[in-house]
């Protein structure tokens, strides 16, 4: 079930006639650009960390927009010099932001980047399910972060669609 509902979130995030995108979404969807990149389809990294920062907003009552960028301070810091600093320059027309790489053609990553926006509008709506539920997850990560969640003790989420990140959720006091 819950695949079939990525997949209507996908065929809506991929249509032409998609609401404006808000500056929260724009966020999220940048935040998601770094994490799961625009070489894949991201589309449910995207969606599970979206949940994730939404729902750490709520619990710790924090406004969405103060929340993302405390928890990725890079990709909005526009004075970075390095490699990925592009991340900081995307924005909701589809161009190609400052400072992307030459060697790279855009055209072949601006559709992610335009779906990304869409699907994080989506999660913000209500139109976009988590992948990773009724699981709630606390963190994600790449496989070089797995011996830190391990050490941890934290649980691997089962999310229902394939994501590039890996998705944990920390042992609460009192569970098994």
Known sequence: MMRLALLAALLWASTAHAQPISDQAL???????SEAGLRAEPAAD?????????RRAA???R????LARQYS???FNRRRSDRRRWLAW???????PRYWPAALDWARFAPRW???QRIAQGVLDGRVADPCAPDRVDHWGGAMDDHRAHRAGWRLAACSAR?????WIVRRRGAP
């Open 59 to 61: 619990l710790l009552d």
């Open 63 to 66: 406004p969405l927009p103060l």
């Open 163 to 167: 994501t590039l990140n890996h998705f």
């Open 90 to 96: 995307l924005d909701t027309s589809g161009n190609a």
């Open 46 to 54: 995207c969606a599970a960390i979206a949940h994730l920062l939404i």
């Open 27 to 33: 966020d999220l969807a940048r935040i998601c650009a």
């Open 114 to 116: 335009l779906a990304l």
């Open 73 to 75: 301070t890079r990709v």
